[in-house]
């Protein structure tokens, strides 16, 4: 990793967790464990890959770094959200997630769905705030590109193939369809948040569209080799729960070379979507070459 990846990785961290820290001061009266468990889950680790992204890809285009942080924020509320009832013991049933007991561990699982509910009514309210951007076309654009992203034609889609994929043959193109949704469709909104809140037309985003677009399954390549290689201390959660439930996945079904080969492929691929851009998309460059060397 770069010098000034690391240090992007770490500005983003802090200034993520000041921002939960304050918006999720728990209250007193009887929502203070919701609140509590919602600070368990979204404060402290995590890759912060989606807000570092909008943050990159914002200074192609000259945006205000507050409007950028916040969307960033809205976006990691979906995202960790997600992965609190994804480790629900009615979907994946994990333990660990970021070096700590899930949420449905260290609480209930009532508690749980609870915080995800929350967390994801709170990204909408970043995100809808004037606060985000003073224009209100922006923010309408921004609110039904995220719950786009986030829904069944989405993140939430992508979860129920992935419910569905141990009773179905599968093969490359369902899984890539599956990561698409599941992991890339926040990805690439969060991407293409930056060229809204830029203003840049539908018809002028296709380099950052094909930079996300492959980033993400790079990044979905890169987890998936960390779930057969990589170690749990380092990652933060289990590994080997792919091979476990019988699921396909790039690994599986490419093998590690292979798989590898592909990773870096796309990471390539991504960074040549930036050839028309100078200096200023040199973090994202980083962030696609660092994708496949991560170890977490």
């Known amino acids: 990793m770069s010098d000034r990846l690391a240090s992007e990785i770490a500005a983003i961290a802090r200034e993520i967790d000041a921002r939960f820290d304050l918006l999720l001061t728990p209250p007193e009266d009887s929502r203070r464990p919701l609140y509590e468990a919602m600070r368990h889950a979204a404060i402290g680790g995590g890759k912060r890959l989606r807000p570092l992204l909008v943050s990159a890809s914002s200074r192609l285009f000259a945006v205000d770094p507050e409007c950028a942080l916040r969307v960033g924020l809205a976006i990691e509320a979906v995202h960790v959200y997600s992965l609190v009832h994804d480790d629900l013991p009615a979907m994946d049933d994990d333990d660990m997630r970021r070096g700590k007991p899930t949420v449905h561990k260290a609480y209930d699982e009532a508690t749980a769905i609870l915080v995800g509910d929350g967390l994801q009514a709170l990204a909408f309210e970043i995100i809808g705030s004037e606060a985000t951007h003073p224009d209100p076309f922006v923010r309408c654009e921004l609110v039904t590109a995220l719950a786009a992203a986030a829904g069944p034609a989405g993140m939430v889609g992508g979860q129920a193939m992935d419910m569905a994929a141990p009773s179905l043959v599968q093969d490359l193109g369902i899984v890539t369809r599956l990561q698409q949704l599941k992991t890339g469709a926040l990805i690439a909104f969060s991407v293409e948040a930056a060229a ?10 296709a380099r950052l569209r094909g930079y996300a677009h492959d980033l993400g399954l790079a990044f979905q390549i890169a987890d998936d080799l960390l ?33 590898r080969a592909q990773a870096k492929l796309l990471s390539e691929q991504a960074i040549g979507h930036l050839s028309g851009f100078g200096a200023e998309a040199d973090l994202l460059r980083d962030i696609a070459a660092y994708t496949v060397r991560r170890d977490r």
């Open 196 to 205: 809204i809140l830029g203003r840049v037309p539908a018809e002028g985003r």
């Open 227 to 259: 779930d057969v290689e990589g170690d749990a201390v380092a990652t933060g959660k289990a590994v080997g729960k792919d091979e476990a439930a019988g699921k396909a996945t790039f690994v599986s079904l490419l093998g590690v070379e292979r798989a």
